[in-house]
């Protein structure tokens, strides 16, 4: 029934546009006629609106997917880069450790170096010491006269 008034123009079962027209003034179908035009061109604006927001829902639907797609890969890659950055941390901590540790081990064997050195300096002291008493010794008037006692003792124990 609703669709009936909407094919006549919005007259009734039992009306139709005759009955309506014999009931109506000229002036008043012409006014009738005006406003038919209207909501016909009204409709059809609103359909064509209508259309051009389903396109434009179509685009934005499209632009959503692949920006969808885009956020997905972007996240995967932000994981990623967590991950190299932690790995890099840990490598970082890892690598600071060496490098506190080899700075131990380098102070120890600085400091061993510098105890060698001087330890090294003390003992060069101590033979140079002993090389002038050793002379000393050799040229002393004792070391002179004892020598021909020493060579006879020599060959003595040499022989028995």
């Known amino acids: 029934m609703e669709s009936e008034k909407r094919e006549n123009g919005g007259l009734g079962e039992r009306e139709s546009e005759g009955e309506l027209g014999e009931r109506l003034r000229p002036g008043q179908m012409a006014q009738d006629a005006g406003a ?3 909501e016909t061109a009204s ?6 609106q209508f259309e051009r927001l389903k396109s434009c829902q179509d685009a934005l639907q499209t632009q ?9 890969r ?6 990623q880069l967590r991950a190299t950055a ?14 506190r540790e080899y700075a131990r081990i380098l102070s120890s064997r ?14 060069k002291r ?13 040229s002393s008037r004792s070391w002179r006269w004892t020598a021909p006692l020493r060579a006879v003792m020599g060959a003595w124990r040499r022989r028995g």
Request: include cysteine.
């Open 43 to 48: 409709r059809d604006s609103f359909r064509f």
């Open 74 to 79: 972007f996240q995967s890659e932000a994981e």
């Open 110 to 123: 600085a400091e061993r170096l510098r105890a060698t050195a001087a330890e090294l300096t003390a003992a």
């Open 86 to 99: 932690a790995e890099l941390t840990a490598a970082k901590c890892a690598l600071e450790k060496l490098e």
């Open 36 to 38: 038919y035009v209207r």
């Open 126 to 138: 101590a033979l140079e010491k002993l090389k002038r008493e050793y002379a000393r010794i050799l």
């Open 64 to 72: 959503l997917s692949h920006m969808t797609v885009a956020r997905d």
